[in-house]
Structure formats: C-alpha cells, structure tokens
C-alpha cells in the first residue's frame, strides 16, 4: 500500500457484522489494532521490560461501508512523534477503495508515567518510515 510502510489483509468474519449486514463501526478499531501490532513487531520489541506504549487517543472516518465478502487491507504509519507521544494514521481499503481513515495517540511510559520516548525507539521509526521526524 503506497505510503504506508505496513499494512495488513484483513479477512471480516461473520461475528464482525451489525444488524444492517455491514461491518460494525466498533470493529474498525480492531482492524486497526492489527495493523498497529503488525508495525509494532517491525520495531524489535527489546524494550518492553523498559516500558509500553498505552492509546491514549482513537478516532475513525467511515467513508463507505464494508461488507463480509469485501478483501479488505489495512495500511499503518506514523505522521508525528513527540516528547512521549506519537500518532499514527491508517487507511482501510475494502475491494481497493478507501472505507476508512483512522488516527490513534499512542503514549510511552515508564513506571506507569509517561516519559521520554527512547532514541531507540524513535530511531526504529524513523528508519521503518524512511524519514526523519
């Protein structure tokens, strides 16, 4: 997916489905996480006894609506990092058009605080996103 450096094919499941037969709006947010898991894993996850990242911030734009025979593909990348903080930006695709747009915070902390995101992680970022920030 172009601009993206990660996405992920995403296969919608019957339970995935509200009343009116599309996708729940609820069920975005799970889309999404799996693309955000996905990015997470191209980081080398060396840090963790460090500390975390917590989604401080999530919010969606459902342009069309998605149904259980669409392939759907979800792309992921980082469009700003802070002192702690960074967002991240996705596109859902469904049948190769654009269903969805999506923003999340994500927050680093340490010791349950937040705290300084650590050059290394940043540093994996910028390299994943060809580009510094």
Same mark, same amino acid.
Request: hydrophobic share 45%.
């Given at each position: =997916?172009?601009?993206? #450096?990660? @996405?992920? #094919?995403?296969?919608?499941?019957?339970?995935?489905?509200?009343?009116?037969?599309?996708?729940?709006?609820?069920?975005?947010?799970?889309?999404?996480?799996?693309?955000?898991?996905?990015?997470?894993?191209?980081?080398?996850?060396?840090?963790?006894? !460090?500390?975390?990242?917590?989604?401080?911030?999530?919010?969606?734009?459902?342009? !069309?609506?998605?149904?259980?025979? *669409?392939?759907?593909?979800?792309?992921?990348?980082?469009?700003?990092?802070?002192? @702690? @903080?960074? *967002? =991240?930006?996705?596109?859902?695709?469904?049948?190769?058009?654009?269903?969805?747009?999506? !923003?999340?915070?994500?927050?680093?902390?340490?010791?349950?605080?937040?705290? #300084?995101?650590? #050059?290394?992680?940043?540093?994996?970022?910028?390299?994943?996103?060809?580009? @510094?920030?």
């Amino acid at each position: =997916m172009e601009g993206f #450096p990660v @996405s992920v #094919p995403i296969q919608v499941r019957f339970r995935d489905l509200d009343a009116l037969g599309h996708v729940n709006n609820a069920v975005y947010l799970t889309y999404f996480e799996v693309a955000r898991a996905a990015y997470f894993q191209r980081l080398e996850r060396d840090w963790v006894e !460090k500390g975390h990242f917590i989604l401080a911030r999530a919010e969606v734009d459902f342009l !069309k609506p998605v149904f259980l025979e *669409d392939p759907v593909e979800v792309g992921v990348r980082v469009v700003r990092i802070g002192r @702690s @903080s960074f *967002d =991240m930006e996705y596109l859902l695709l469904a049948r190769g058009e654009e269903a969805a747009r999506g !923003k999340t915070v994500q927050v680093w902390l340490e010791g349950g605080r937040p705290a #300084p995101l650590p #050059p290394v992680i940043r540093g994996r970022i910028e390299a994943l996103e060809g580009r @510094s920030f």
